[in-house]
């Protein structure tokens, strides 16, 4: 008797109609992306995918954190026989002390099985009630649910995780993260990512104020979110010459605000010479003096494709727990300040002015720098 990985992908798939076969295969190939080095074997039985490998609970952890999957089951597969299907039944409740209750559900997915579904969980329950004592059955709030699928073989299993639902990662276009060390914005990266947008991601790094543990604690944050999209290609762009630029020819109170906008500037030069459609950021409305309104429409103003805030709406607190449920926050809180924080005026302008900004921002030579910036980057892929 083996034991295997049943996967079922998100339903939103099951709607796309026509173009569902493209959204199946995309799927497929993230899954075996993630298995990447793994012993496995990927097979299908009636419109059913299954993996089968030596280490089965490995294998189930890493699928079930690939982007389209809603859940992961560890199943056992026998021949379709009654006989097969109850000694397997008898034995996952059997695994279980004595005095718990159960239900069996079935789905008879191959209709020339003589027995329906209904008949085949009575059928079940019945034979397990005969050969276990100290077991009752219990259809409404039951301690062990059997789960029994008949297709060409038949399969029972009773753990099912749910997985990061979503859409096939990929399938959406592609986006450049604006990823900082702080908890935000590889929580935005990952909601991205979930929708099927392909991520890559740009970190601003001020040397030497701000120190390599810095660059060292993003990579890290992009290297967690590759466990989901099976790789990211991070571009660290050294921005101090344009901090002090700014510093030197602005106004104090404008510098943050000036500061996102460069961002933006280079984040959209270098998604130009890449090919990818759009910026995403982790900013949050009201959250400090860079996120108003007003701050926003100003940032939104220096860049020349689409800005994704997906944590636009969000509170700290909902923030949090995402960041804690997929593995970032942790590095997230390490005390290494990346140059969002190490310049910043003591009374930031939190009102600006548009006309006011772009006319301030032309004592810069502002080409030349996003330019200088964006070509002496580093690049690293995990």
């Known amino acids: 008797m083996n034991e295997l990985i049943l996967v079922k992908y998100a339903p939103e798939i099951f709607l796309k109609g026509l173009n569902r076969g493209k959204f199946e295969q995309k799927l497929r190939s993230n899954i075996k992306n993630v298995l990447k080095g793994e012993e496995y074997e990927f097979v299908t039985d009636q419109n059913r995918w299954f993996i089968k490998g030596p280490e089965a ?5 890493k699928t079930a954190r690939v982007f389209g999957v809603s859940e992961v089951c560890l199943v056992r597969e026998t021949e379709r026989t009654m ?3 109850a000694e397997l039944a008898i034995q996952v409740v059997a695994s279980h002390p004595k005095g718990s209750t159960f239900k069996v559900e079935t789905k008879r997915a191959d209709k020339r099985f003589p027995m329906n579904s209904m ?6 329950g019945g034979r397990i009630l005969d050969a276990l004592e100290g077991y009752s059955v219990d259809v409404r709030k039951p ?12 399969y029972v299993y009773i753990k099912r995780v749910r997985a990061v639902q979503g859409m096939p990662y990929g399938m959406n276009g592609s986006t450049m993260l604006m990823l900082s060390g702080g908890i935000d914005s590889p929580v935005a990266g990952y909601m991205m990512a979930k929708r099927g947008i392909e991520v890559h991601a740009i970190y601003y790094h001020s040397h030497p104020y701000t120190s390599e543990r810095a660059k060292d604690k993003v990579k890290e944050l992009a290297g967690i979110l590759s466990g989901y999209t099976g790789a990211i290609r991070l571009h660290v762009v050294p921005f101090t010459e344009i901090q002090m630029a700014i510093m030197e020819k602005c106004p104090e109170d404008e510098l943050t605000i000036i500061m996102r906008r460069f961002m933006m500037m280079c984040a959209c030069n270098l998604a130009e010479k890449l090919g990818i459609h759009s910026v995403t950021t982790g900013e949050s409305i009201g959250q400090v003096a860079s996120q108003t309104m007003e701050s926003l ?4 103003d220096a860049g020349d494709r689409p800005v994704f805030r ?37 009374h930031p302008v939190t009102k600006p002015k548009l006309k006011i900004i772009k006319a301030h921002e032309q004592a810069l030579d ?11 980057r580093e690049v690293f892929d995990l």
């Open 57 to 61: 609970e490995r294998l189930l952890e």
């Open 83 to 85: 006989e097969g299907m």
């Open 119 to 124: 008949e085949i969980s009575m059928e079940l």
């Open 143 to 154: 301690d062990i649910t059997v789960n029994v699928e008949v297709r060409d073989k038949a």
């Open 297 to 300: 429409v100003v940032s939104d």
């Open 310 to 346: 997906p944590l636009v709406a969000m509170d700290k607190t909902d923030i949090i727990k995402i960041a804690e449920e997929i593995g970032t926050f942790e590095t997230s809180i390490l005390p290494y300040e990346d140059c969002c924080t190490i310049f910043v005026p003591k």
């Open 366 to 376: 502002v080409e030349a720098l996003v330019e200088r910036a964006v070509e002496g």
